[in-house]
């Protein structure tokens, strides 16, 4: 694929370091990246569209939506590096962007588009809403048997995950699937050892072995429930990060599901605002800049701030 968009895209035709941008991200390359990469090119007056380079386009961003299940927000952001285009063009009618070119990529862009909207109406894969609920209920039951705060803590990261989705105008279908990824993130906890998990105290290193693998037992929990096997991932993945020093599986960001993104960041937000054994809780706005301090090496930049807005919202 990458041999295929490298020679689409010639230097002679797409400014290097775009081009280098591209080949480097390929078709792995995450919707921010992807707006980000057309707003700055159109922006910064570098990016010639080649006629038959359109269709490449098409296919990248296609598979990117496709790999992202992409919310509305990223449509958002494509629209806006189109607009961004016709500012500067308007502004400095002298760029190297002639309106030909820029028709061509908000035609590419559109189709994208379009392709992207049907998809949503396809209705995701939303299983049986009453069996998914009972076994999600055995499972909440059993944690709220072994440690009633993580099931308490997994009912609020659903929510979160929840009005984040919401944030991110995903369709309802996503925001249920990334609610219950949400709800179901930490199960694997009622095999953890009430010591370790309960420890009124800072772990030792052999302790956070053994807390560490409630992500690997929680994936093989849900796995083994054919009609929950869909949330597995988010059990198992939950703790990974974007610089690619998360656990158990230390993913790239690339690999890292955008639904997971969101259950990381709510996961993380909401253990911040809750109390622990072994220190005091920390308020909303000092859990909020800790996800900024982070954002890009441990959470998505765009998850963070969907988050700011929904702890605004809720204080307004
Ligand atoms: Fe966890």
Redesign the pocket.
Known sequence: MKAGIQAAFQPTTLCPELTAQIVEHGYRGEPPLLASVLAAGLADRILTLPEEGSDVVVAWVRQICERYSLPKAVIAMLESACGTARRVLRVHPETQISEDELAALEHAIGRVIDGCLQNEQRAAEVVETEEVEAAMAGFLARLDDADPASAEHSRAVALWCKRISRRLDMNEEQTIFTARCGLL??V??TVTPSEVLQAPRSLTKEEWVVMRA??TQGARMIHDIPLLRAFAPAARW??ERLDGLGYPDHLPAHEIPLHIRIVTVA?CFNAMIGRRPYRLPMSPNAALEQLIAHRETQFDPLIVEAMIDVVERADA
């Open positions: 993130h930490d694997g906890k409630h992500t939950h703790h996961d």
